[in-house]
């Protein structure tokens, strides 16, 4: 009866340690897909600075992972941003973003190529 409770209390770590790892194997969702929320997020965690001063901006503008890469120094302007600091600040997350992006997208091609041949 004691080895059953403690065969049972290990199989429950190693089932969450699974989970994990099954997780961490899943392909994060493409910027293109990001919804308003998920701009929310990324803002959140990449602008912590300003995400309160502008995430209603963001949020009245409808800004979606889409439009957020698409987004250029006139569009922040529009958004409200007009503080040039803070609008470089922006820019430069956006642009690594972007970078980010185009290196997935270049890898996810490279990877389909290699499979075909």
Known sequence: MVEETAININNKPKQKADLKAKNQN?????????SVRDVQNWLRRHCSDYHSLYADNFVQHDITGRSLIRL??????RLGITNSAHRE???REILKLRLKTDIVEIRDLQYRINNLN
Do not use: C, G, R, T
């Open 26 to 34: 899943q392909k994060p969702k493409s910027v293109y897909e990001w």
């Open 72 to 77: 250029n120094d006139n569009s922040l302007i």
């Open 89 to 91: 600040a922006i820019w």
